[in-house]
């Protein structure tokens, strides 16, 4: 039979938010120790006190260790962030020719302008900038689903600590959502991760990824 020190260690464990709560020493260990015998069934077979002083020994061992938070932070503080306007992101079908968007990216990369291709299941997507929009309107013709203008692309280029830090891409894709901007489009090509929003909402995103 698990003592309750493993018992709570192992609860812990299982629960990263806790974890980091506890190693900023901002948990309500009677609360914690409730909900530890409550969601592991051990209400008769211990008391409170007993989880209580089991949390606080683990937060000892926890106490000299960085959060999951700070880690994210560290690398998005020592993270570079590029933007550039006036982006075109044109939804084509899936069916179009290969050789035809071949030849469209390698006119636009001869210019040394920006030209992404991402194929989904049921359509592509290419991303340019609005001076070849008329390339793609030429090019694709019928096959285009649609065409969105008026947008920036935002590249956060991170050290190469990104592979192995879990969560960073979905710190990012929180700070987005809690300031009410819609990521159009989202991509990422090793350490750099890319979002495509509406040129008006540059200046806020400015603003919140000033790590």
């Not at 809690?178 to 159009?184: Q, T």
């Amino acid at each position: 039979m698990k003592t309750t020190a493993e018992i709570t260690k192992e609860y812990i464990d299982t629960h990263p938010s806790i974890k980091d709560c506890i190693r900023n020493n901002l948990i309500n260990y009677s609360k914690l120790a409730e909900k530890i015998a409550r969601e592991m069934s051990i209400e008769k077979k211990t008391s409170k006190d007993a989880i209580i002083v089991a949390s606080r020994r683990y937060f000892e061992h926890l106490k000299p260790k960085k959060t999951h938070e700070d880690k994210v932070m560290e690398i998005l503080k020592r993270s570079e962030l590029e933007i550039k306007n006036r982006i075109v992101v044109a939804i084509i079908k899936k069916g179009v020719p290969q050789r035809i968007i071949l030849t469209l990216e390698d006119k636009i990369k001869d210019k040394q302008d920006i030209f992404y291709s991402i194929e989904g299941s049921t359509a592509i997507t290419l991303i340019t900038t609005q001076k070849h929009k008329d390339a793609v309107e030429s090019m694709i013709g019928d096959d285009i689903i649609k065409i969105s203008e008026d947008l920036a692309m935002i590249t956060i280029k991170s050290p190469q600590e990104l592979e192995n830090t879990a969560g960073v891409t979905a710190y990012l894709y929180s700070l987005f959502g809690e300031h009410g901007i819609n990521i159009k489009e989202t991509m990422s090509c090793w350490t750099n991760t890319i979002f495509i929003v509406s040129e008006e909402d540059i200046s806020k995103a400015i603003a919140f990824l000033k790590f």
